[in-house]
């Protein structure tokens, strides 16, 4: 299934009641053209937001470590526990080394295994390739000069979005493309070159009209 997975970021936009508010944009989105779409939000909205968003909601971080004496980290059983169903790892703005990549989620499948997703960023084929090691269920290739911009990466990097979607299945990994993606058209070249998904966020989380941009770019390709 080709799914649509928005970033609220830190936008005000998407801050605590109005990140309640656009969860639930996306549910209506989601529920009228039946397709997959997965908030990801900040951790401190997680609870309010899972108690009105009827499908899965996911985290922007997660961390390793166990409950208990780990002030300030975000464990997996306190995300489980506020009804977060996956998280995203490695973006630009939040990056890990891989090997604390790769223990958060041996982590993540010994506890919840395959019922909690996690979605790893890559900017490079050389970084996602190395990242196909860690064990995601999606690996995410986002350009970051390209990211909030009016160029998608589907237009820029063409033969490089292609070379990222073998590198994913050749591991069974599901690859989804980021960066600049604003316009149906986006979402149509990321269908034809492969991809299972599209993660967006200043796009839609910064419209005038949330909405009907998320429709626009759900229908309109």
């Given at each position: 299934?080709?799914?649509?997975?928005?970033?609220?970021?830190?936008?005000?936009?998407?801050?605590?009641?109005?990140?309640?508010?656009?969860?639930?944009?996306?549910?209506?989105?989601?529920?009228?053209?039946?397709?997959?779409?997965?908030?990801?939000?900040?951790?401190?909205?997680?609870?309010?937001?899972?108690?009105?968003?009827?499908?899965?909601?996911?985290?922007?971080?997660?961390?390793?470590?166990?409950?208990?004496?780990?002030?300030?980290?975000?464990?997996?059983?306190?995300?489980?526990?506020s009804g977060g169903l996956g998280t995203l790892l490695n973006h630009s703005e939040h990056?890990l080394s891989p090997g604390t990549i790769k223990q958060t989620i041996k982590r993540i499948?010994?506890?919840?295994?395959?019922?909690?997703?996690?979605?790893?960023?890559?900017?490079?084929?050389?970084?996602?390739?190395?990242?196909?090691?860690?064990?995601?269920?999606?690996?995410?290739?986002?350009?970051?000069?390209?990211?909030?911009?009016?160029?998608?990466?589907?237009?820029?990097?063409?033969?490089?979005?292609?070379?990222?979607?073998?590198?994913?299945?050749?591991?069974?990994?599901?690859?989804?493309?980021?960066?600049?993606?604003?316009?149906?058209?986006?979402?149509?070249?990321?269908?034809?070159?492969?991809?299972?998904?599209?993660?967006?966020?200043?796009?839609?989380?910064?419209?005038?009209n949330p909405g009907k941009k998320l429709r626009e770019l759900v229908i309109g390709n």
């Open positions: 299934m080709f799914t649509f997975f928005i970033n609220f970021k830190t936008y005000p936009e998407a801050t605590g009641e109005r990140a309640v508010k656009l969860a639930q944009i996306c549910a209506e989105v989601a529920k009228q053209e039946e397709v997959e779409i997965i908030p990801i939000i900040q951790v401190v909205d997680l609870f309010r937001v899972s108690q009105v968003f009827e499908g899965k909601v996911w985290t922007q971080h997660l961390d390793w470590q166990e409950p208990g004496q780990a002030t300030g980290w975000i464990n997996l059983e306190a995300v489980v526990g990056h499948r010994a506890l919840a295994n395959k019922e909690f997703s996690v979605m790893v960023c890559g900017g490079t084929l050389g970084q996602l390739r190395r990242l196909t090691f860690t064990g995601p269920d999606y690996l995410a290739y986002e350009i970051k000069e390209l990211i909030a911009g009016s160029i998608s990466i589907t237009e820029a990097r063409p033969k490089s979005v292609r070379k990222a979607v073998i590198q994913a299945r050749e591991k069974n990994i599901s690859l989804v493309v980021g960066a600049g993606i604003n316009k149906p058209e986006d979402v149509l070249l990321a269908k034809k070159m492969g991809a299972q998904g599209v993660l967006v966020s200043s796009a839609v989380v910064l419209a005038d």
